[in-house]
């Protein structure tokens, strides 16, 4: 057998549309891989190898009689990040709460994947809505790094990033509300992209934080992943946050240009000072940047001086909208119920104690207080202040610079269990990340070398909907060196 799990999404498609392999072909590969592998990277918490073949049976047919419109994404393998609904497959957020739970309806990401001829093969481990930065917080499994068994994937879209870089998916999807692409990313070698706030539909994702949830691709390379986004991306009337802009997303298509003469570069120089920052990590993004500068660019400093408390205030914002939309889950109309109880109010409080996992407790409870009378002033309305001030910081950076690149993370994917004890060593993964989450804007972590045998992520940063400068800039850096094809040595 071809090994075909290792090819990038468009690849396999354009073997698909040549007839040089067939859907089922493309499939059964991977099924088989996952059968193989899985088990020791555990990126799945559903499998759909009937639906997968299903679907590829009928690719093939349509491709045997010549249908000239089988979709750009056509034959390529997806893994879904299970927080996204699936008509008739089980969507469990990789809680207890939800661990029954089939959802009557796609979500419209969903939706455009099958409009554009994608296999879907499962949906893949998170930590519990989406609440952490390694995955480990899963209420159902433990997913591992492909790099090194015993280390984290990162999270909270661990399993979607472990499945694209051990080659148990083509691309696959992930949420975004404080590093959860770019960060596994990272940590797994591969690229994710978190588009603009309102580019992609959020309807049929399971909402953690409204104000920051962004969906976007994790893939092998750059143009995979604005294959894919050309997919998600675009204004949808189900999603009240979806803005007319992201239209221009639509079908957007990389251009073949390497060179970034005139391209303006900043490094924000708070990112670079911080102490956290693993020595291998800034020698590796440092590195990158240099090469940034050799393909054109010129490249200047640049200062983001609030987002030294954006990590601050996104734990104040992210628990409180939390603590808002987490309140659905009580045990009347979907979802786990506690079996035993002698009022209403017993079971809503058994069944939210006995479903709900300590981070995301722990989450409910701060936005809670945070937003309880007395307090709101002192903690939200502080919080949305500082939110403003890094809305302004970027604003005023752009003014100079086209990008704003930094480091994804402080560190390489740490071990399994390090952290778990230590709520706050786990959010400082995220210092990188969230600031970007409050001003809504872009941003994209691809591979660029390794520290201690261990993928590090650079990360590009742009204005609202312009993912197309972003991306440019990551494929120039990546046609012209090989970081992305580091691959781990899982056999
Ligand atoms: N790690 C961050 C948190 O725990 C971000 C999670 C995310 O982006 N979903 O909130």
């Not at 090469?291 to 104040?316: F, K, N, Q």
Request: aromatic letters at 8%; a negative charge.
């Amino acid at each position: 057998m071809r090994a075909t799990t290792k090819l990038t999404a468009s690849r396999l498609n354009k073997l698909f549309l040549a007839g040089e392999l067939s859907a089922v072909e493309i499939a059964e590969g991977y099924l088989e891989r996952i059968a193989a592998v899985d088990p020791k990277v555990q990126a799945y918490i559903t499998t759909t190898a009937d639906a997968a073949l299903d679907r590829a049976r009928k690719l093939d047919a349509r491709r045997k009689v010549g249908d000239t419109e089988l979709g750009p994404l056509a034959a390529v393998p997806v893994a879904i990040k299970d927080n996204m609904c699936t008509q008739g497959i089980r969507t469990t957020a990789a809680s207890r709460i939800l661990d029954n739970f089939v959802p009557p309806y796609d979500a419209t990401v969903v939706h455009r994947l099958h409009g554009a001829g994608a296999i879907i093969l499962g949906k893949t481990n998170l930590d519990e809505f989406a609440m952490g930065s390694s995955t480990e917080n899963s209420g159902l499994l433990q997913t591992r790094n492909p790099w090194d068994l015993e280390r984290v994937p990162g999270g909270s879209s661990g399993g979607s990033a472990a499945a694209v870089a051990a080659d148990l998916a083509g691309i696959s999807l992930g949420s975004d509300t404080g590093g959860s692409i770019r960060q596994p990313a990272a940590f797994c070698g591969v690229v994710g992209l978190k588009p603009t706030y309102g580019a992609v539909s959020r309807y049929g994702l399971i909402a953690f934080a409204s104000s920051l949830d962004q969906i976007g691709p994790i893939a092998k390379d750059v143009t995979d992943a604005a294959a894919l986004l050309s997919i998600i991306a675009g204004n949808d009337r189900r999603d009240a946050t979806s803005a007319p802009e992201a239209n221009k997303l639509v079908n957007f298509k990389l251009g073949p240009d390497t060179s970034l003469d005139g391209l303006r570069v900043g490094m924000p120089k708070e990112f670079f000072l911080s102490q956290g920052m693993d020595p291998g990590v800034r020698t590796a993004v440092e590195q990158a940047i240099a090469h940034l500068a050799s393909l054109g660019a010129t490249v200047g400093e640049c200062s983001l001086p609030s987002t030294e408390y954006a990590l601050d205030a996104y734990y104040v914002i992210a628990p409180a909208e939390a603590s808002s939309n987490l309140a659905r889950f009580d045990g009347v109309r979907y979802g786990y119920r506690t079996s035993e109880y002698d009022s209403l109010m017993d079971m809503y409080l058994k069944t939210r104690q006995e479903g709900f996992g300590p981070e995301v407790k722990r989450r409910i409870m701060i936005g809670t207080y945070a937003l309880s009378s007395g307090y709101y002033d002192a903690y939200y309305k502080k919080a949305m202040q500082v939110r403003t001030l890094v809305v302004q910081d970027f604003q005023n950076a752009f003014n100079q610079f086209d990008v704003i690149v930094a480091p994804t993370t402080p560190t390489t994917a740490f071990r399994a269990g390090e952290k778990v004890d230590d709520p706050l060593s786990m959010y400082l993964a995220d210092t990188y990340t969230i600031p970007v989450n409050l001003a809504g804007l872009p941003g994209i972590s691809i591979p660029c070398g390794l520290a201690d045998g261990l993928p590090v992520g650079l990360q590009i940063i742009g204005r609202p909907f312009e993912e197309a400068t972003v991306l440019r800039t990551a494929y120039a850096f990546e046609k012209t060196t090989d970081h992305h094809l580091a691959r781990p040595s899982l056999s």
